[in-house]
């Protein structure tokens, strides 16, 4: 399978900047467990602080989430609208006004040039070069939609999520005098993100992804597509209350917080069921199982990290417990590697066979990657699981003191490490499994 | 199922939900003041804050339970600590953590950023939170009944108030500096030396890393005569 339109080779270099940042994010994920598990020397701490790690290792993230989604998008758009991308030109400039800003940030932060707020630490001036980058991501997007013969419902729900997520990234920008509304209106980026416009850019994607794959009718995936975007949006929308529980906001959020989160997941079982659906009545033979598996193993992963580990702690009364702690950590992880991590990974495996013209490829290093990964990956969210309900059992109900509940979790970040380290090898054969594709053996 | 149904069901929704979420945005700005008292931000509020922001803060300790997970929740950290603690840690962590087995960077912070950043955790601990987090609401309620009640007050209270932040007593305050059972067992000062040590440390033990006490002399002879009573 090759490429079917030239301006899509534009979403390469996206896409191996995407695998390097992520390779960075999880070294950097090691470095903070040391700071956990071991006691660091005073001189090491004011030289690096674990403020500055954390800042470091959440904005590679981010960077390397949103790079994946604009190359899965500039793949994407000109086969799902039959025609060139816009301008290839602007793609490559957006690349680089992107990829400088992150690099400048990254620095900044060594240097201590920070907004000083968590995931948002960016400041203003770059903030602004990334708004142009946004824009012009926009407006070649747009183009191309707009110019396109063909209409469809997955081109649209795809620039939707990308304008939702563009313009909800504006509230994080202005300093707020006031700590509450500041957190008000940061979880517009953060939740509304991740629980909105991320959403329905993965439902997008990934009804592409199973359309291309499993052959099955388009009408289908795209009815799915429009129930299932729907309900993430019913309830994630309103759902941003179960932030507002401790903040100090009315106490109706409690009840719209805590319900509409509650339904959270019912989106996300649609997702595994359609997926499950389409795999089972699928017109296309298997010829490289590592997609389809990549497949499932987002839906379940998804389910499992965003969907029931989020549901676990999102009723108030628990929350009120295990709100800021490790537990929040073990879900973050969970979430993030489950619903997003594995969709740009699923996304890489669809398309950089096809920039070489690989109709199957040897897939024996990305089946180690994929399962050293999740098996690490869940075995590591189980870890700072069990460190949050040490924290939240020691501090919060016997009250002993955040010393006492801290020092006991230095063993389990040590746990951490060594699955950490597991994690990094499945991410480092993934990853160079994804640059050194080649042609299977053929053995008739 | 037709494809015109599903969209209706998108649509209605999304709208749906986004008309809740606005509604309660516009009231719960309506009602910020009953629960955040944003008339009482001034400008050493709004200084503290951008002092918070600048040095990263949020970045290892959670406030509103919200940042890093790395160091101690700052919501209601003025009531646990008090001023002249906050001061101290964050003016020389170095020294207030010499032994501990978690280390806070020296950020240099400067006397008059520590003072602001002091106006806007006070700011922030009064805020209407449902009484989060669940283990620092001790430290709430014994503060407003020092201010409130003075003649209701226990001499532990007064104690921890004053030095729980870095002493602990029957497993109350935090244990940096040591438990005052311990502490008083090996102490061989006199009342006077106690007192004159709390207010200037340094001019009675030369190697002390207990930071000066900003505490009237009489609340010194009360704390004091609660140490010496342990012995």
């Given at each position: 399978m090759t490429i079917e339109y030239q301006s899509q080779k534009v979403a390469l270099p996206y896409m191996q900047l995407s695998l390097v940042l992520f390779i960075l994010q999880v070294v950097l994920g090691l470095w903070l467990a040391a700071n956990y598990a071991f006691t660091l020397p005073q001189g090491l701490v004011d030289m690096l602080s674990f403020a500055t790690t954390r800042a470091i290792h959440t904005n590679l993230l981010v960077a390397w989430m949103l790079l994946g989604f604009m190359g899965g998008a500039y793949f994407i758009l000109p086969a799902e609208c039959e025609r060139e991308l816009h301008s290839t030109k602007i793609a490559w400039l957006q690349l680089i006004l992107f990829a400088a800003a992150a690099v400048a940030a990254v620095v900044g932060f060594l240097f201590g040039w920070t907004q000083g707020k968590p995931l948002l630490e960016i400041p203003v001036p770059l903030d602004l070069v990334i708004v142009v980058a946004a824009l012009l991501f926009l407006y070649n997007i747009l183009m191309t939609v707009l110019r396109a013969e063909k209409r469809s419902v997955l081109q649209w729900m795809l620039v939707g999520g990308v304008l939702f997520l563009a313009l909800m990234y504006l509230f994080g920008i202005p300093f707020y005098s006031s700590l509450n509304a500041d957190y008000y209106y940061w979880w517009w980026v953060i939740h509304l993100w991740v629980e909105g416009a991320w959403e329905l850019i993965t439902a997008a994607i990934i009804a592409f992804i199973i359309l291309r794959v499993t052959g099955v009718e388009r009408k289908v995936v795209e009815k799915w597509l429009y129930v299932e975007t729907g309900l993430f949006l019913f309830t994630g929308i309103v759902g941003t209350g179960h932030h507002y529980y401790w903040i100090g906001a009315p106490d109706y959020w409690l009840w719209w917080g805590g319900i509409f989160s509650a339904l959270e997941p019912l989106p996300i079982l649609l997702m595994v069921v359609d997926t499950w659906l389409h795999i089972r009545e699928r017109?296309?033979?298997?010829?490289?199982r590592l997609i389809w598996i990549y497949i499932v193993g987002l839906a379940l992963y998804h389910f499992v990290g965003a969907g029931v580990w989020g549901f676990i702690h999102t009723l108030p009364p628990i929350n009120y417990y295990t709100h800021g702690s490790q537990i929040t950590v073990s879900h973050g992880h969970m979430a993030f590697f489950g619903a997003y991590a594995l969709l740009n990974l699923t996304v890489f495996y669809f398309a950089m066979p096809q920039f070489k013209g690989i109709e199957k490829y040897d897939a024996k290093a990305g089946h180690w990657g994929f399962w050293t990964m999740g098996v690490s990956m869940f075995f590591l969210c189980l870890v700072f699981g069990v460190a949050g309900i040490l924290q939240v059992y020691l501090e919060r109900f016997l009250d002993i003191g955040y010393m006492t509940a801290h020092m006991s979790m230095m063993f389990w970040f040590k746990t951490a490490i060594v699955l950490g380290l597991v994690f990094l090898a499945g991410a480092i054969t993934t990853v160079y499994h994804l640059f050194t594709l080649r042609p299977a053996m053929q053995t008739a | 199922m037709t494809l015109r149904n599903a969209r209706i069901i998108f649509w209605a929704g999304t709208l749906v939900s986004v008309a809740i979420f606005a509604w309660l945005t516009w009231d719960f700005h309506r009602q910020e003041e009953a629960y955040?008292?944003?008339?009482?931000?001034?400008d050493r509020v709004v200084a503290g804050k951008k002092v918070w922001h600048k040095y990263n803060c949020n970045n290892c300790h959670t406030i509103l339970g919200f940042g890093g997970y790395y160091a101690p929740d700052m919501t209601k950290a003025y009531y646990r600590l008090g001023e002249s603690n906050i001061i101290s840690i964050v003016m020389q962590p170095q020294e207030i953590y010499r032994d501990s087995f978690r280390k806070m960077p020296n950020l240099g912070v400067t006397e008059a950023e520590a003072a602001d950043l002091v106006q806007f955790l006070h700011w922030t601990a009064n805020i209407e939170n449902r009484k989060w987090p669940p283990q620092d609401e001790k430290y709430v309620q014994a503060a407003r009944l020092r201010d409130e009640q003075p003649e209701k007050v226990r001499k532990t209270d007064i104690v921890l108030g004053a030095c729980g932040g870095c002493h602990s007593f029957a497993n109350q305050g935090r244990d940096i500096a040591g438990d005052f059972g311990e502490l008083a067992r090996d102490l061989d000062y006199d009342r006077e030396t106690l007192v004159r040590f709390m207010l200037d440390p340094r001019s009675v033990n030369?190697?002390?890393?207990m930071p000066a006490q900003n505490i009237t002399p009489e609340t010194a002879g009360i704390i004091a005569d609660f140490i010496l009573s342990l012995r």
């Open positions: 017109k296309n033979p298997i010829v490289n | 955040a008292h944003t008339s009482k931000i001034d030369s190697d002390s890393s």
